[in-house]
């Protein structure tokens, strides 16, 4: 059984930050963790994600605004969102992949930025 519990997100103003928080508990080998999002009208996407090796890739839409990173003792990946804008409104959720290509997901975390 594996978990993901995900925690930061909220309510902020255009131009704001929010920092999203994601740990995997569980038997699991892990070899990419990242954060996607959805909203109503569009199909989940990749916001960004850390694969073996340090490859990084994150969506064009966030560069240069949101940065991803892990501690692997823990098992955990964050999403530092900086310059916040209302269309970065979404749910966010965590995922995970083992060397066995199986994926978890958390549970979703909302994030809603006014503006």
């Known amino acids: 059984q594996v978990n993901l519990v995900e925690s930061g997100g909220g309510l902020v103003q255009a131009g704001g930050s929010l920092r999203l928080s994601c740990t995997a508990s569980g038997r699991i080998s892990i070899v990419a963790m990242g954060w996607y999002r959805q909203t109503p009208e569009n199909e989940r996407e990749l916001v960004a994600r850390?694969?073996?090796?340090?490859?990084?890739e994150y969506a064009d839409s966030v560069k240069g605004r949101f940065n991803i990173s892990t501690n692997k003792a823990r098992n955990a990946v964050y999403l530092q969102m900086n310059n916040l804008k209302p269309e970065d409104t979404a749910i966010y959720y965590c995922n995970t992949r083992d060397y066995n290509s199986r994926e978890f997901w958390g549970q979703g975390t909302q994030v809603t930025v006014s503006s």
């Open positions: 850390m694969a073996t090796g340090n490859r990084i």
